[in-house]
């Protein structure tokens, strides 16, 4: 409204502004401006912006083979400086070159887990929520074993079994998520196949899994994309925990929890070893929890007070 | 009640079977088994065959699994591998430690969570409400093992306050383990308690309470905390899960013989009989949390009560 009434006052250069105000916005566009109005949802989305670009950038900021992984025993132990920026590790690397390219890990793992556990608990969940009855019940039950352990030991099981490579460890967040995103996927699914558009494809004679993929999941993407933006965070967060105990990224490859592990013999004389990576850690996840609160705002107009 | 207990703590069973048997299937596929991991250097295929044998490895997987589950129910958790002596023995040393910080933490995450979350829902926009929301947004952030170093640095290292690692000091080792531990935790107590806890203030009963002249300390925590209440229930009890898996985190950090750390040993040695002792009881645990959050329930909410009375009339 407010806008609008700044944009009347002042005279309208072109034929094609002045329709512009008459047109009817689009859902998206809607959506878009509803959360740029969640200050902190912004906040969240620029922070989670910029770490995304340094991990892409990461190969044109800092050099792998020559810096990240490359011992420098003369510079070791380093306080931040002008040369090291935020100083040097217990081997001499660079510290900030190390987090940079340990953002590229994190957030390829963290994302591709979550897409693992997305399309698993979209098949389970979406079979459960729309079928109900026996096959809900079954694959429900299933599920119910599976939360019934932490996910971070359900994760630590699996890359027990098969060691800890990164296609391992992806997989195994990956599972040790599905359950959850299972549960969401199912209610949201039976909160919309009672609808009438869903009947009308029924009644039309569409097929189940076309009902389903076409009719029934676009219309739960709300409360999926919330809750894909908050396990990412999980995700992220299991990866740097996984490799802090060690059964995780394994050194040289740099990582933010294997950085805080081995820096930790050192922190008592050198504590800026542990600041860095574990900020770049907080930073991260409360750049996408900010972004979760705020798509669930944006998204689901209920919960707005 | 008592036939809805005893049902639900059979439901347990199911659970506990299908548990085992995959992490006994994900174990038995993992390559190097217990004797290489045993024999270490010394290792030959004649000396590991011998060793196979003797722990029964050399049998078919379904065999060994119902032979672990046959002496599981007669309450042996079996012999470790590593150390070739009663797993139950190990767990039980290692489960006082752990119990120790999980339940100071939770004492912690309650006493100190749900009095800022009420407090700072009823003045929504004081600054001690805002700072409360600052708070619980960066508890639910925090990395946990950083917090713990962070912690160590300043009341170990500098300050010289609390010990940092071990449990031999009584309380006073336990408070950064329990601070550590719980934080995530708290956070998410203190959000849950805010936001169920404005919720019921504008309900209609609060206002009918206010305006036939109830005391507004007695609308707040007799009318209002009671509805209130449910949601921040649900989130403790969920969350005993995920304060287990911290254990893990938090024992690595301070250097606690707990459970968490047993259970990254015994996976690291293929010690298969440990690793199962160890998710065993973290399963019942949780269940049995989750448990006692629906008879919570029905203690707190005369509704859900009122249901458990019908079931067991009709059956």
Same mark, same amino acid.
């Given at each position: 409204?407010?806008?609008?009434?700044?944009?009347?006052?002042?005279?309208?250069?072109?034929?094609?502004?002045?329709?512009?105000?008459?047109?009817?916005?689009?859902?998206?566009?809607?959506?878009?401006?509803?959360?740029?109005?969640?200050?902190?949802?912004?906040?969240?989305?620029?922070?989670?912006?910029?770490?995304?670009?340094?991990?892409?950038?990461?190969?044109?900021?800092?050099?792998?083979?020559?810096?990240?992984?490359?011992?420098?025993?003369?510079?070791?132990?380093?306080?931040?400086?002008?040369?090291?920026?935020?100083?040097?590790?217990?081997?001499?690397?660079?510290?900030?070159?190390?987090?940079?390219?340990?953002?590229?890990?994190?957030?390829?793992?963290?994302?591709?887990?979550?897409?693992?556990?997305?399309?698993? $608990?979209?098949?389970?969940?979406?079979?459960?929520?729309?079928?109900?009855?026996?096959?809900?019940?079954?694959?429900?039950?299933?599920?119910?074993?599976?939360?019934?352990?932490?996910?971070?030991?359900?994760?630590?099981?699996?890359?027990?079994?098969?060691?800890?490579?990164?296609?391992?460890?992806?997989?195994?967040? $990956?599972?040790?998520?599905?359950?959850?995103?299972?549960?969401?996927?199912?209610?949201?699914?039976?909160?919309?196949? $009672?609808?009438?558009?869903?009947?009308?494809?029924?009644?039309?004679?569409?097929?189940?899994?076309?009902?389903?993929?076409?009719?029934?999941?676009?219309?739960?993407?709300?409360?999926?994309?919330?809750?894909?933006?908050?396990?990412?965070?999980?995700?992220?967060?299991?990866?740097?925990?996984?490799?802090?105990?060690?059964? $995780?990224?394994?050194?040289?490859?740099?990582?933010?929890?294997?950085?805080?592990?081995?820096?930790?013999?050192?922190?008592?004389?050198?504590?800026?070893?542990?600041?860095?990576?574990?900020?770049?850690?907080?930073?991260?996840?409360?750049?996408?929890?900010?972004?979760?609160?705020?798509?669930?705002?944006?998204?689901?107009?209920?919960?707005?007070? | 009640? /008592?036939?809805?207990?005893?049902? *639900?703590?059979?439901?347990?069973?199911?659970?506990?079977?299908?548990?085992?048997?995959?992490?006994?299937?994900?174990?038995?596929?993992?390559?190097?088994?217990?004797?290489?991991?045993?024999?270490?250097?010394?290792?030959?295929?004649?000396?590991? %065959?011998?060793?196979?044998?003797?722990?029964?490895?050399?049998?078919?997987? &379904?065999?060994?699994?119902?032979?672990?589950?046959?002496?599981?129910?007669?309450?042996?958790?079996?012999?470790?591998?590593?150390? *070739? %002596?009663? &797993?139950?023995?190990?767990?039980?040393? *290692?489960?006082?430690?752990?119990?120790?910080?999980?339940?100071? %933490?939770?004492?912690?995450?309650?006493?100190?969570?749900?009095?800022?979350?009420?407090?700072?829902?009823?003045?929504?926009?004081?600054?001690?409400?805002?700072? /409360?929301?600052?708070?619980?947004?960066?508890?639910?952030?925090?990395?946990?093992?950083?917090?713990?170093?962070?912690?160590?640095?300043?009341?170990?290292?500098?300050?010289?306050?609390?010990?940092?690692?071990?449990? !031999?000091?009584?309380?006073?080792?336990?408070?950064?383990?329990?601070?550590?531990?719980?934080?995530?935790?708290?956070?998410?107590?203190?959000?849950?308690?805010?936001?169920?806890?404005?919720?019921?203030? *504008?309900? !209609?009963?609060?206002?009918?309470?206010?305006?036939?002249?109830?005391?507004?300390? !007695?609308?707040?925590? !007799?009318?209002?905390?009671?509805? /209130?209440?449910?949601?921040?229930?649900?989130?403790?009890?969920?969350?005993?899960?995920?304060?287990?898996?911290? &254990?893990?985190?938090?024992?690595? &950090?301070?250097?606690?013989?707990?459970?968490?750390?047993?259970?990254?040993?015994?996976?690291?040695?293929?010690?298969?009989?440990?690793?199962?002792?160890?998710?065993?009881?973290?399963?019942?645990?949780?269940?049995?949390?989750?448990?006692?959050?629906?008879?919570?329930?029905?203690?707190?909410?005369?509704?859900?009560?009122?249901?458990?009375?019908?079931?067991?009339?009709?059956?």
């Amino acid at each position: 409204m407010e806008a609008q009434a700044t944009a009347a006052a002042r005279p309208f250069t072109t034929k094609k502004e002045f329709y512009a105000q008459f047109r009817k916005k689009s859902i998206a566009q809607e959506l878009w401006l509803r959360f740029l109005k969640n200050k902190t949802a912004v906040i969240g989305l620029v922070i989670f912006a910029i770490i995304v670009a340094v991990a892409i950038l990461a190969p044109w900021l800092t050099d792998y083979k020559g810096v990240v992984v490359k011992m420098n025993i003369a510079e070791r132990l380093q306080a931040p400086g002008a040369q090291h920026w935020l100083g040097t590790d217990e081997l001499g690397r660079d510290i900030l070159a190390r987090m940079i390219y340990g953002a590229r890990v994190s957030l390829l793992i963290g994302i591709s887990a979550i897409l693992v556990s997305l399309v698993v $608990g979209l098949v389970l969940g979406g079979t459960a929520g729309y079928y109900g009855g026996k096959i809900d019940a079954v694959i429900m039950r299933a599920m119910d074993v599976f939360l019934s352990l932490p996910d971070v030991l359900l994760a630590l099981a699996i890359i027990a079994a098969f060691g800890n490579t990164k296609l391992n460890l992806t997989i195994a967040i $990956g599972l040790s998520f599905a359950p959850k995103f299972s549960r969401v996927v199912r209610s949201a699914v039976m909160g919309v196949r $009672g609808n009438e558009y869903v009947e009308a494809a029924r009644s039309i004679g569409a097929l189940d899994w076309r009902i389903i993929a076409r009719h029934v999941l676009p219309n739960c993407i709300g409360p999926i994309i919330v809750q894909v933006t908050l396990y990412v965070a999980n995700a992220i967060l299991t990866i740097a925990a996984l490799s802090f105990i060690g059964l $995780g990224i394994q050194p040289p490859a740099p990582e933010w929890g294997n950085m805080l592990a081995s820096g930790r013999t050192y922190m008592r004389d050198f504590p800026h070893i542990v600041m860095a990576p574990g900020l770049a850690i907080f930073f991260t996840i409360l750049a996408l929890n900010l972004l979760g609160d705020g798509l669930r705002d944006t998204l689901d107009p209920r919960l707005k007070h | 009640m /008592a036939r809805y207990i005893i049902r *639900r703590l059979l439901a347990l069973i199911p659970v506990i079977l299908v548990l085992t048997f995959i992490v006994f299937a994900i174990l038995s596929w993992t390559p190097g088994d217990a004797s290489t991991i045993i024999l270490g250097s010394e290792y030959t295929p004649e000396l590991g %065959a011998k060793i196979r044998a003797e722990l029964g490895l050399d049998r078919p997987l &379904v065999v060994q699994y119902f032979h672990y589950i046959w002496n599981l129910l007669h309450g042996d958790f079996g012999m470790s591998y590593v150390t *070739r %002596a009663p &797993v139950f023995d190990q767990l039980s040393v *290692r489960l006082a430690n752990t119990a120790w910080i999980v339940i100071s %933490a939770m004492i912690l995450c309650v006493s100190v969570g749900i009095p800022i979350g009420i407090s700072s829902a009823t003045k929504p926009n004081s600054i001690f409400s805002q700072g /409360a929301m600052v708070f619980g947004l960066m508890g639910v952030s925090m990395p946990i093992f950083w917090l713990g170093l962070l912690l160590i640095l300043l009341f170990s290292v500098k300050l010289g306050w609390l010990p940092s690692s071990g449990l !031999d000091n009584g309380l006073r080792s336990l408070v950064l383990p329990a601070i550590t531990l719980g934080f995530n935790y708290m956070a998410n107590i203190m959000r849950t308690t805010r936001s169920s806890m404005m919720e019921a203030i *504008r309900q !209609d009963f609060i206002r009918t309470a206010r305006a036939k002249g109830v005391s507004e300390h !007695d609308v707040i925590y !007799d009318h209002a905390l009671g509805n /209130a209440l449910m949601p921040t229930i649900t989130i403790i009890g969920m969350n005993v899960g995920t304060l287990l898996g911290g &254990v893990v985190l938090t024992e690595t &950090v301070f250097s606690i013989p707990g459970m968490g750390r047993l259970l990254v040993e015994a996976i690291n040695q293929r010690d298969t009989p440990c690793v199962l002792g160890t998710l065993v009881i973290m399963a019942i645990t949780v269940a049995i949390s989750n448990l006692i959050v629906d008879l919570i329930y029905a203690y707190i909410d005369p509704r859900i009560r009122a249901q458990y009375g019908a079931k067991a009339r009709k059956a």
